[in-house]
């Protein structure tokens, strides 16, 4: 692999860093990496090259998003055909409506789009929808779910909230806390208690938790929110910044085979560049700006190079080997995981992305992976990145695959896993 240029180690990059960055970092779960995080240098395919020209397999794939792996050539070419033609005209352009009307096709809940620059954005806009279009203002979340770093979400939050002991944030106004109401995950009977005495705006779900580890939904969950949102009158939100074009074209409510009113996008319909999307039933989208009375705008919204990058990505994914090899990456890891752990332990899996537990039996809500051995996590994280092998440096994250997890970067990394995990006592 071509390093390219002069080395510059992460160890002198770090020193710099803490002068200039809060806790040295721009996205508090990238200090998480001990004693100080490596700094990435170049990426291609399941690998990162590091500033201390170290190749490591990559499981964490920029949290989610590269599910083609890194530096995609046919990413990298439409992308290049875009540049040279501008990237940025504060008009619209053809690239969003191509993007919006794969997304109509494949998600089942999509009958309209909107774009904008993230998770965060989408599912701020997602919940102001459910308030304007239901006139109500409370809004309904579950503990652990973690919908991006908005004042109405940081509230029993996971991800790095929680990794950093932060889940719910200083600096938000108790007038919005106090219309955010917390249920445990897959605890069907506190919906019906909330929804019963609130009126509750929307209910926004994370349909796979990917932010306290991974944690699925049981079997009546996600029918039982459409069922008691419809009854209540609550718009469902179904939060698929992870899962949306990871469980395949139609995302976790193809999956399931469940329908939300609204959902959220992100990550991987960007390729790997800066995204968010809302999208849902007609007469709620409708409530937009310009349409509607509920506002949402952004100069970086439905940026072409984003477009296009998605675009080449879904293109991808339409040919359904990415699905394929993605999937059998994560069953062959998560079972050779399972098999290699002799403490009690939990692996979650859903498809093409899981994460491992020790020390518990049963995780099925974020009260459950709180009691996981975390330092004993950190550990095997840490000795895997002396092997090689990447994971995310925190429990509250998921291991992701993509279709440059072959059987050979499979293979590479059972044999790591193996010797990292049959020592851990
Ligand atoms: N929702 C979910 C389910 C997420 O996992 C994330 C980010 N990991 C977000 C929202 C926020 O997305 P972003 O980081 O793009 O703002």
């Not at 600096?171 to 506190?190: A, F, H, R």
Request: hydrophobic content about 40%; overall charge neutral.
């Amino acid at each position: 692999m071509d390093f390219g240029g002069e080395s510059v180690l992460s160890s002198d990059l770090w020193n710099k860093a803490q002068a200039v960055f809060a806790g040295g970092v721009n996205s508090p779960v990238r200090a998480a990496v001990k004693p100080f995080p490596f700094y990435t240098r170049s990426a291609k395919g399941a690998y990162l090259v590091t500033e201390d020209s170290r190749r490591l397999i990559d499981f964490v794939l920029g949290y989610g998003p590269l599910i083609l792996g890194h530096a995609h050539p046919k990413v990298i070419e439409a992308v290049k055909d875009q540049l040279e033609r501008g990237w940025l005209y504060g008009t619209p352009s053809r690239a969003e409506v191509e993007l919006a009307s794969m997304i109509t096709k494949h998600v089942p809940s999509a009958q309209k789009v909107r774009f904008v620059n993230s998770g965060t954005e989408a599912t701020m806009t997602a919940l102001r929808l459910s308030r304007g279009f239901t006139g109500r203002s409370k809004i309904l979340k579950f503990d652990g779910n973690y919908h991006g770093a908005h004042d109405y979400v940081l509230i029993d939050a996971g991800s790095a909230a929680s990794e950093f002991g932060v889940p719910f944030s200083q600096g938000i106004p108790t007038e919005v806390s106090s219309t955010v109401l917390v249920c445990p995950y897959n605890d069907l009977t506190c919906v019906e208690t909330v929804l019963k005495r609130e009126e509750i705006a929307g209910v926004i779900v994370e349909p796979v938790m990917g932010n306290m580890g991974v944690i699925p939904p049981e079997k009546d969950f996600l029918p039982g929110l459409r069922k008691l949102t419809r009854e209540y009158g609550s718009v469902l939100i179904f939060d698929e910044v992870i899962t949306g074009f990871r469980l395949g074209l139609g995302g976790a409510q193809s999956y399931f085979g469940v329908t939300p009113d609204l959902t959220t996008l992100g990550k991987i319909i960007g390729g790997g560049f800066p995204i968010g999307a809302v999208c849902g039933r007609k007469e709620i989208m409708d409530q937009l700006t310009p349409s509607g009375r509920v506002f949402n705008a952004g100069t970086f919204n439905a940026n072409p190079i984003s477009m296009t990058a998605g675009i080449a990505t879904i293109q991808e994914l339409e040919k359904k080997e990415v699905y394929t090899v993605s999937e059998r990456a994560a069953r062959v890891l998560a079972e050779e995981i399972d098999r290699a752990i002799k403490m009690d332990h939990v692996v979650n899996r859903v498809y093409n992305f899981f994460q491992f537990f020790l020390g518990v039996k049963d995780v099925r809500n974020a009260n459950d992976a709180r009691k996981a051995k975390r330092d004993l996590y950190v550990k095997v994280h840490e000795s895997l990145l002396k092997e090689g092998v990447f994971i995310p440096p925190s429990q509250f994250e998921a291991l992701f695959t993509s279709g440059a997890h072959d059987d050979d970067v499979v293979n590479e990394s059972a044999r790591v896993f193996k010797k990292v995990l049959e020592d851990l006592t």
